[in-house]
């Protein structure tokens, strides 16, 4: 089934702090139009500047995934995306009031609890993924970071954790599909090692650093407590009381998950992989990850998008076809020179795809146009709607004694002209479940793996009198 885009059905806001600058930022997610993606807007500066989620626009990946575009940067954007994604909002406005999106409890929780309180918009856009045809490996030796996205139906995240670290050893996570991210990993909270602290709290990168926003593993038996209040000081949090529970987490908030770490880990991936650019549907393996590999694996990936986008989209037309033009003659009504179908590759559930060869013995070619043939565009929608009209009389029995008629035609875009010696695929999928008779569906036809035309349409199946 075509899945289509979907927004939200109006704007929230949150309040909070930046973890690393510690400002108090107020973000507000407001719905957005068909293929907006994600985008921030900076409105504390001058102008209201727009950020674009794109991972080409990553300036830094410092624990966190900064963005920055003419000079305008935001700081910690994976939460925020980790919950747009994981609840498949496809088109947002994300408006910030300050450099940094605000922490929360260090989870995309909060976020996923706003998105979900207001609802969803259906939009009429289709939603495109990035589907493999091939494996993708990417490894960093020097730092052991790899990454392997495998094809696949769903988006299926597995990840491997390894610190060498006594509390929390070697972890693993597995998502198994998009729909288990909010159950599962949404409120699955940052960590850090106590061992770290010092070096982040005097370097002012977690000025907003709580106990309430992080989970802090500690390894060390022999952390005293005047250790722990030197530690809170230096945070800027001395009425803070500080204890040590028995499985190495400072503070009394206890693991909601016994691989927590490694949960938290697969949402930043969801996050960071959001700055691809399209919804992903492989299996994406990663061993030892953070923001740094995260991004430069989003890249690999986004450089699979072009490099699919420059290939085209590719059909086998060498195997035997599903119907012939005598096949076709029996379902539809139409004959030389109206019939626009020649074969019919394939009819599944949801879609089928046919085509037509374009030859100079087109009798449309004799004023159109003489000395430079073009085949003309309402042609490509009549043939187009041909193969519509077999999809739908293939989900009826004696297709022979119905018709289908066109109700309506929208959102036509004509991509690139098609000429005699062109071999024109159409590719056809149903937008909603057929009722009543009502067939909804969006075409697409192809030269040489070339979008020429897109189309929506609607058809009702009628039976003859």
């Given at each position: 089934?075509?899945?289509q885009?979907?927004?939200?059905?109006?704007?929230?806001?949150?309040?909070?702090?930046?973890?690393?600058?510690?400002?108090?930022?107020?973000?507000?997610?407001?719905?957005?139009?068909?293929?907006h993606?994600?985008?921030?807007?900076?409105?504390?500066?001058?102008?209201?500047?727009?950020?674009?989620?794109?991972?080409?626009?990553?300036?830094?990946?410092?624990?966190?995934?900064?963005?920055?575009?003419?000079?305008?940067?935001?700081?910690?954007?994976?939460?925020?995306?980790?919950?747009?994604?994981?609840?498949?909002?496809?088109?947002?406005?994300?408006?910030?009031?300050?450099?940094?999106?605000?922490?929360?409890?260090?989870?995309?929780?909060?976020?996923?609890?706003?998105?979900?309180?207001?609802?969803?918009?259906d939009?009429?856009?289709?939603?495109?993924?990035?589907?493999?045809?091939?494996?993708?490996?990417?490894?960093?030796?020097?730092?052991?970071?790899?990454?392997?996205?495998?094809?696949?139906?769903?988006?299926?995240?597995?990840?491997?954790?390894?610190?060498?670290?006594?509390?929390?050893?070697?972890?693993?996570a597995?998502?198994?599909?998009?729909?288990?991210?909010?159950e599962?990993?949404?409120?699955?909270?940052t960590?850090?090692?106590?061992?770290?602290?010092?070096?982040?709290?005097?370097?002012?990168?977690?000025?907003?650093?709580?106990?309430?926003?992080?989970?802090?593993?500690?390894?060390?038996?022999?952390?005293?407590?005047?250790?722990?209040?030197?530690?809170?000081?230096?945070?800027?949090?001395?009425?803070?009381?500080?204890?040590?529970?028995?499985?190495?987490?400072?503070?009394?908030?206890?693991?909601?998950?016994?691989?927590?770490?490694?949960?938290?880990?697969?949402?930043?991936?969801?996050?960071?992989?959001?700055?691809?650019?399209?919804?992903?549907?492989?299996?994406?393996?990663?061993?030892?990850?953070?923001?740094?590999?995260?991004?430069?694996?989003a890249?690999?990936?986004?450089?699979?998008?072009?490099?699919?986008?420059?290939?085209?989209?590719?059909?086998?037309?060498?195997?035997?076809?599903?119907?012939?033009?005598?096949?076709?003659?029996?379902?539809?009504?139409?004959?030389?020179?109206?019939?626009?179908?020649?074969?019919?590759?394939?009819?599944?559930?949801?879609?089928?795809?046919g085509?037509?060869?374009?030859?100079?013995?087109?009798?449309?070619?004799?004023?159109?146009?003489?000395?430079?043939?073009?085949?003309?565009?309402?042609?490509?929608?009549?043939?187009?709607?041909?193969?519509?009209?077999?999809?739908?009389?293939s989900?009826?029995?004696?297709?022979?004694?119905?018709?289908?008629?066109?109700?309506?035609?929208?959102?036509?875009?004509?991509?690139?002209?098609?000429?005699?010696?062109d071999?024109?695929?159409?590719?056809?999928?149903?937008?909603?479940?057929?009722?009543?008779?009502?067939?909804?569906?969006?075409?697409?036809?192809?030269?040489?793996?070339?979008?020429?035309?897109?189309?929506?349409?609607?058809?009702?199946?009628?039976?003859?009198?």
């Amino acid at each position: 089934m075509i899945e289509q885009q979907r927004t939200l059905k109006s704007a929230i806001k949150l309040h909070g702090v930046g973890l690393h600058t510690g400002e108090k930022v107020t973000v507000e997610i407001c719905p957005a139009p068909d293929n907006h993606g994600y985008k921030f807007q900076r409105v504390d500066l001058d102008g209201e500047p727009i950020i674009k989620a794109d991972v080409d626009l990553v300036v830094a990946t410092d624990r966190g995934t900064t963005l920055e575009y003419k000079g305008a940067r935001v700081y910690t954007t994976e939460h925020i995306l980790a919950a747009l994604y994981g609840c498949q909002v496809d088109n947002a406005l994300i408006k910030i009031d300050a450099p940094e999106v605000p922490i929360m409890d260090g989870s995309s929780l909060p976020f996923v609890k706003a998105i979900e309180e207001v609802g969803y918009e259906d939009q009429l856009a289709v939603r495109e993924y990035l589907i493999l045809d091939e494996i993708i490996p990417w490894e960093d030796t020097d730092k052991g970071i790899e990454f392997l996205a495998v094809p696949d139906p769903n988006y299926r995240i597995t990840v491997m954790v390894d610190y060498k670290s006594p509390v929390l050893g070697t972890q693993h996570a597995s998502m198994y599909n998009i729909g288990e991210f909010k159950e599962h990993f949404a409120a699955c909270r940052t960590f850090v090692f106590l061992r770290e602290l010092e070096f982040l709290a005097t370097n002012n990168l977690i000025k907003g650093g709580d106990l309430d926003n992080a989970i802090v593993l500690v390894e060390r038996t022999d952390v005293s407590q005047e250790e722990l209040n030197r530690l809170a000081k230096l945070l800027g949090k001395e009425d803070l009381k500080i204890s040590i529970d028995g499985i190495g987490v400072l503070n009394s908030t206890k693991l909601q998950f016994e691989n927590e770490p490694a949960r938290h880990k697969l949402l930043d991936i969801v996050g960071d992989l959001a700055l691809v650019g399209k919804p992903i549907k492989a299996h994406i393996l990663g061993a030892r990850p953070g923001h740094s590999g995260n991004v430069r694996f989003a890249k690999v990936l986004k450089d699979q998008i072009k490099k699919q986008e420059k290939a085209g989209r590719k059909f086998d037309l060498t195997k035997d076809p599903l119907y012939t033009t005598c096949d076709i003659e029996k379902i539809l009504p139409h004959r030389y020179p109206f019939l626009m179908v020649d074969k019919i590759m394939e009819i599944n559930e949801e879609s089928i795809i046919g085509v037509k060869n374009i030859t100079m013995n087109e009798p449309i070619f004799t004023g159109h146009f003489p000395g430079n043939p073009v085949f003309p565009g309402v042609l490509q929608i009549e043939a187009m709607a041909q193969v519509g009209g077999i999809f739908a009389l293939s989900k009826v029995e004696d297709p022979q004694l119905y018709s289908t008629y066109f109700m309506k035609i929208d959102k036509v875009k004509f991509k690139q002209k098609v000429v005699p010696g062109d071999t024109v695929v159409f590719e056809l999928s149903l937008l909603s479940p057929i009722r009543r008779g009502l067939v909804e569906m969006i075409g697409r036809a192809f030269v040489n793996g070339k979008l020429v035309v897109e189309a929506e349409m609607l058809a009702q199946i009628i039976k003859d009198k």
